[in-house]
């Protein structure tokens, strides 16, 4: 235990001097291209090292405070004998695939001593580092767990996966000789294993891709390294842990408090009411972040307090959660929109324009169901509040509900990018909570930081697994077989929508929403056209199908993010959210029947 307390007081602070880091670099080219004109070329390339290594320490804490995505509920079925077993494959799992990273990522890093960024002239390997230390850091947490089991069940578990890895091993020659299908035992047998008996989501998906890499695709494992460190540099993604820190910030300061106590007064009566006011909120904010985790981050720490008060069930709260993140996929500024049509060369304009009516239809049936679901919790007796409370009440709130204007107004004028768009929100919550509201705990700050990183770096290492898993789909030929069969489907028109209406629903269960564009856009959206489907209604289409299957449990990796954010454990929302996913299943129908919605802008 000793070594695990002071392991975890050392990482926590090294992420939260990399948040406030990231903090003051975004903010200071800010300042310096929108103040004084005077752009500051490097500023990216910093907030770039910073952040890899902000989101390796933040994957460490996740690890260590048990945050890490996994589902439990196989787990919790088994007689209570044999629970000890799955919560040791938990710790296994990962520690072996951690085991087995660790000398490409030190390899990988290593070789990036020769590539130097073009504005500070520093080794990239300075960046890279962030993922060998991380995994060995993470390795030393799990080996300090598994001390704790009995050592009956440490070696079964380990007995298990060895024998699993010398099958494959053995039969490798064979899997390789039926083609894509091998795919089915590496992405769907193993991987839905792992996920069920409790494996974090992260490290299921990194050891499957791992292992059909190096025993299918004959691939070192370096290559693993540069896909996950891909998805997890981006910086549109820096957005996520900063919006973390927002939506905390706005808790603590009182901004919160100030808002809900007026969507209490003006809406709470209603059966339903706050529910109305998270889907609003997250029409109002999406894509702004560029990133749907950042988001939902935005929203939820405000709303879900009074909401938790009021009766709402945990589950409830996960599944709208999860629901709205699939439901605004299309609303603009959407960066999949402009990598639809970066890939395909369909106007951006006309995506625009094409994506807001889809998104209130997908708005209006959760709404409904919502109604329904959220009203059956509530405790009665709630009345309507008297004018002169919802006008007071609204005027205290005023400097809380101007900021999602102001953070929308920032990026439309030019202010700031999608990325540092979250500075903007950090410094006015400060002074809001500082000036306006008087609130302020010095004292929360510290723990806020570290949460903030802990919660983006278990977001963070499931995006950049599932990027190492969407490369090794394409190198085995998958996209482009997938996207002859569909060409040749039966039924026409309608029938092309709907088989790409299931495929893009999977799709969306195994991969982000950017990378799944990049691979099948280019080869779909021409097979689509010949299919007499305009490209402006096949890519709302596609979005709203892939946002559904992003969401959808056990495999969405959005679930999982909203899980994180809500703090709520999947298993909470497994059984609650389907309703919600077959009111957006029932707006994407009415969606792809009706071409005049998507294009009618």
Not at 93 to 114: E, F, H, S, T
Not at 371 to 399: E, H, S, Y
Not at 501 to 507: A, N, W
Request: net charge neutral; charged share 10%.
């Amino acid at each position: 235990m000793g070594l695990r307390r002071g392991l975890g007081a050392c990482v926590g602070t090294l992420a939260t001097i990399a948040v406030l880091a990231e903090v003051a670099i975004l903010s200071l080219g800010v300042v310096a291209r929108y103040v004084f004109d005077h752009p500051f070329v490097w500023t990216d390339e910093l907030a770039s090292i910073v952040f890899l290594w902000l989101a390796m320490l933040g994957a460490v804490l996740a690890l260590q405070r048990g945050e890490h995505m996994r589902l439990t509920s196989a787990v919790g079925m088994l007689p209570r004998a044999a629970r000890p077993w799955g919560e040791a494959l938990a710790i296994a799992a990962p520690a072996v695939l951690l085991l087995i990273l660790l000398p490409p990522a030190w390899n990988y890093a290593m070789g990036q001593w020769a590539v130097l960024t073009p504005a500070l002239g520093l080794p990239d390997a300075v960046r890279a580092l962030a993922l060998p230390v991380g995994f060995g850091l993470m390795l030393l947490d799990c080996l300090a767990r598994l001390r704790a089991h009995a050592m009956r069940h440490l070696l079964g578990v380990l007995v298990v996966l060895a024998l699993v890895g010398l099958a494959l091993w053995a039969g490798r020659d064979q899997i390789g000789e039926i083609g894509n299908w091998n795919l089915l035992i590496y992405f769907a047998l193993l991987l839905g294993a792992g996920v069920l008996l409790g494996v974090p989501i992260a490290f299921a998906f990194s050891l499957c891709t791992a292992a059909y890499l190096v025993l299918v695709a004959e691939m070192p494992l370096t290559v693993v390294m540069g896909r996950m460190d891909e998805g997890m540099s981006s910086l549109m993604l820096l957005a996520v842990p900063l919006f973390v820190l927002l939506g905390q910030l706005i808790e603590m300061t009182g901004m919160a408090k100030a808002m809900i106590d007026f969507l209490a007064s003006a809406l709470g009566h209603i059966r339903g009411g706050l529910s109305y006011v998270l889907l609003g909120a997250i029409l109002l904010i999406s894509g702004i972040s560029g990133s749907k985790a950042a988001d939902m981050a935005a929203v939820a720490p405000v709303l879900f307090p009074e909401m938790r008060r009021r009766g709402v069930h945990e589950g409830e709260l996960v599944s709208i959660l999860a629901a709205s993140g699939a439901m605004s996929e299309t609303i603009p500024p959407s960066l999949v929109i402009i990598t639809i049509g970066s890939v395909t060369s369909v106007s951006i304009a006309a995506l625009f324009r094409g994506g807001l009516l889809p998104g209130i239809i997908m708005a209006l049936a959760l709404a409904v169901v919502a109604r329904w679901r959220t009203g059956r919790d509530m405790p009665a007796g709630i009345k309507r509040a008297p004018m002169r409370q919802v006008l007071r009440t609204f005027i205290i709130a005023v400097p809380a509900l101007i900021l999602p204007f102001v953070i929308r107004a920032a990026v439309v004028d030019g202010v700031t990018t999608a990325t540092e768009v979250s500075t903007i929100g950090i410094v006015y919550a400060v002074l809001i909570g500082l000036l306006v509201y008087r609130k302020f705990d010095w004292g929360a700050v510290y723990p806020i930081l570290v949460q903030s990183a802990s919660l983006s770096g278990s977001i963070l290492l499931i995006i950049g697994a599932a990027t190492a898993m969407a490369w090794a789909l394409t190198q085995s030929g998958f996209s482009t077989d997938l996207a002859t069969a569909m060409a040749a489907a039966p039924g026409g028109k309608a029938g092309f929508l709907a088989i790409s209406i299931m495929v893009f629903i999977v799709l969306g269960s195994v991969l982000e929403g950017i990378p799944a564009m990049v691979l099948f856009g280019p080869l779909l959206f021409p097979a689509a056209t010949e299919a007499g489907v305009n490209e402006v209604h096949y890519a709302m289409v596609a979005i709203l199908a892939m946002g559904i299957g992003l969401f959808a449990p056990p495999f969405g990796l959005g679930y999982y993010a909203a899980c994180t954010i809500s703090r709520v454990h999947p298993d909470v929302g497994m059984r609650r959210v389907w309703p919600y996913l077959f009111a957006l299943v029932v707006g994407l129908v009415v969606v792809a029947a009706v071409p005049w919605i998507s294009t009618s802008g």
